[in-house]
């Protein structure tokens, strides 16, 4: 079983910045590809970024390229996704996710994923 907790939420103006960190147990982390992902009010959840096991690899989706950067410490066992540049539409709920097998590799959809974090709530105002 795997337990993923994220922390940094919190409310920032537009053109902000906040770094969420993801803390995980329960396995050997460093074998296991990470992702993150959003949840807007009315919306599905939608894939934000994704790192490989070794942190060499990484992929963003569209909206967030060149303002996010997601990293790991496997010694530490934490992913990171720093976000600069905020706007009010990057407002939702974080959610931190591993999968099941370390031959799913850098998903971007939530399906590839089977362990979620409770989420932290990203608030971007203008």
């Known amino acids: 079983q795997v337990q993923l907790v994220e922390s940094g939420g919190g409310l920032v103006q537009a053109g902000g910045s906040l770094r969420l960190s993801c803390a995980a147990s329960?396995?050997?982390?460093?074998?296991?590809?990470m992702g993150w992902f959003r949840q807007a009010p009315g919306k599905e959840r939608e894939f934000v970024a994704t790192i490989s096991w070794s942190g060499v690899s990484t992929y963003y989706a569209d909206p967030v390229k060149g303002r996010f950067t997601i990293s790991r410490d496997n010694a530490k066992k934490m992913v990171y996704l720093q976000m600069n540049s905020l706007s009010p539409e990057d407002t939702a709920v974080y959610y931190c996710a591993a999968p099941e097998t370390t031959t799913q590799t850098m998903g971007v959809s939530p399906a590839a994923y089977d362990y979620w974090g409770q989420g932290t709530q990203v608030t971007v105002s203008s």
């Open positions: 329960g396995r050997t982390f460093s074998r296991y590809a």
